[in-house]
């Protein structure tokens, strides 16, 4: 209920304001990163999946920047309650479905290192792409009913339903990146050999298990109404916490395919060029002595045209 009185201490307050500043400088990483994927003049499938990525939590930085600086927790009531409501509610789904494009942009990187030659793999994410894909587009949908059915005054207990979803979600996302991680892992002969992909699969888990740690947050605060102005604010502060956590993890994971992709341009680069200096290096070495037997040949005639004279006589 609004107001609450345990949303107006200065510990909620406080916090309220630094997180937002930290998501403000979130933005900031965002639009650099997304400025270095503009740049990029072939795009692949996966750069595709990673420019959605970079859109959805500048969308989710946005959000919860304006929310916590403007208007924290409705506190200030300078903002309606319907901007206030859909901002803060936007964000769970966000994070889902970038989580979910993560782990697509990865799966495409695998099959373009790998093109993924063994037919078990096959069935990893292809099948199932469409599937999430569709549930990430309805987790709006049960978000946006929720929040207008807390906007006209339902009673919570019928509110309570979209947390349970996002939390059985959360959990069901998490195991299911694990399994998928370790299986492309596997697919990848040499891995110890690709850092960058290694790193990669690091920042989808890590942005996969700050999902789960927010469903578990999400579970707690189901029963607020029993905790105090500092269970209240440590509560809160550690969901905000989580979120800007899972959101660097998504922009460092786009980060290192950037850097993988332009790593992998520079080594295609100079290998065409060793393999132009080798071919001209050969194309030299075989013309040298195609030269010198031609000066033999000459330096032979001339000696011929240069005989004694007598000899001519």
Known sequence: PYPDPRLGTLCVTTSSQALGCFFTLLILYDLLVLGLFTTDSNPGASFQANKCVLLVVLLVASSRAVFLLVDPYHQNEALPPAVVGYSFGIVFPALNTATCFLFLSLYELTERIRRLDA??????????????????????????????????????????????????????????????????????????????????????????????????????????????????????????????????????????????KQTRVETQRATARATITAQQAAARAKLKPQSTQQAVLESAELDDGEEDPERQK
């Open 119 to 260: 037919a078990r793999d096959r069935s990893l994410l292809p099948n199932t792409k469409g599937a999430f894909i569709s549930i990430c587009f309805c987790e709006f949908g049960v978000q946006f009913f929720t929040d207008t059915m807390r906007l006209l005054g339902f009673p919570w207990p019928l509110l309570a339903i979209c947390q349970a979803f996002f939390v059985v979600w959360g959990i069901v996302v998490f195991v299911l990146f694990v399994v998928w991680a370790w299986r492309l892992t596997s697919a990848v002969k040499g891995i110890g050999k690709r850092p960058q992909l290694r790193f990669l699969i690091f920042s989808a888990l890590c942005s996969a298990f700050f999902g789960l740690l927010l469903a578990v947050v999400s579970v707690f605060m189901l029963t607020s109404w029993h905790l105090s102005n500092r269970e209240m604010c440590a509560a809160l502060s550690t969901s905000r916490i989580i979120e800007a956590l899972q959101c660097t993890a998504l922009l460092t994971g786009c980060l290192i395919q950037f850097r993988a």
